[in-house]
């Protein structure tokens, strides 16, 4: 099972279209791009592909499995 959520960067779109084994089109480009928090492409062991949403009732577990890398600090110095 394979999901895939929201990216921008243009490598990782092209990359999740091959993870997803979906044809490189501008509209799939697209549905990956636009995809909202919480929604996810979804390829099933039987090949199957679909956009699902994760309603996610804990937030601690939300925590858990957030992938978003941290904002960077920045720190002035006079």
Known sequence: ???IFKTKE???VTRALEI???ENTE???RAIQNLKEG???FRDVYGR???IYFNCLFEKLAEAFD???PMEEVVITS
């Open 1 to 3: 099972m394979k999901f």
């Open 10 to 12: 243009e490598d990782q």
């Open 20 to 22: 997803l084994e979906l």
């Open 27 to 29: 509209a799939n480009r």
């Open 39 to 41: 929604e996810a492409f």
């Open 49 to 51: 592909v679909g956009r």
């Open 67 to 69: 992938t978003t890398p």
